[in-house]
């Protein structure tokens, strides 16, 4: 006598990521937009100042450590929407919480932090502190705003 029983599973059909995961995501992809727009705009900051703070030189290594950073930054997000308990947010939050954070990382990294690195490690075309750059806020701006797009999209 052989007995049958229906078992029903779960089927997935969104990726569902976890917070982490999905601002690892979004951060490679932010990085990657604007990276392309730095090549196309700024090519000397990703071909020789970006590598420099690290000792390296030229494009590919740039690009390396521009998406790597990216990387780290949506894993930063993806945090702090977590502390903020709001890891679950919908498409126009997530999109206008990552335009503010682009803002930030502007304001905190590229305008302050970075030149202050690049005249530690010696790099000859250093900029002066503040480095305000209209180019390169609109580039956070767009990283912030993939950044929280694809946050929302993967994390749902």
């Known amino acids: 006598m052989a007995?049958?029983?229906?078992?029903?599973?779960g089927v997935q059909t969104?990726?569902?990521l976890v917070p982490w995961q999905a601002g690892v995501v979004g951060g490679i992809a932010g990085g990657i937009v604007?990276?392309?727009m730095m090549t196309m705009q700024m090519t000397p900051v990703i071909e020789s100042a970006i590598p420099a703070m690290y000792g390296l030189e030229g494009g590919l290594a740039g690009w390396i450590v521009h998406v790597s950073h990216g990387a780290i930054l949506g894993v930063v997000f993806a945090a702090l929407l977590v502390a903020?308990?709001?890891p679950d947010v919908g498409l126009a939050t997530g999109a206008g919480a990552g335009v503010a954070y682009g803002i930030v990382?502007?304001?905190?990294?590229?305008?302050v932090v970075m030149p202050i690195w690049l005249s530690a490690v010696g790099?000859?075309?250093?900029?002066?502190v503040p480095n305000v750059s209209t180019q390169s806020l609109v580039g956070?701006?767009?990283?912030?705003?993939?950044?929280?797009?694809a946050y929302v999209a993967l994390s749902r």
Request: proline content about 3%; charged content about 15%.
């Open 105 to 111: 990382v502007w304001a905190i990294l590229a305008v």
């Open 84 to 86: 903020a308990k709001k």
């Open 34 to 36: 604007f990276g392309v």
């Open 3 to 9: 007995s049958e029983t229906a078992t029903r599973t």
């Open 14 to 16: 969104g990726t569902n």
């Open 140 to 149: 956070h701006v767009v990283y912030g705003l993939v950044l929280g797009v």
């Open 123 to 128: 790099f000859g075309m250093a900029p002066e």
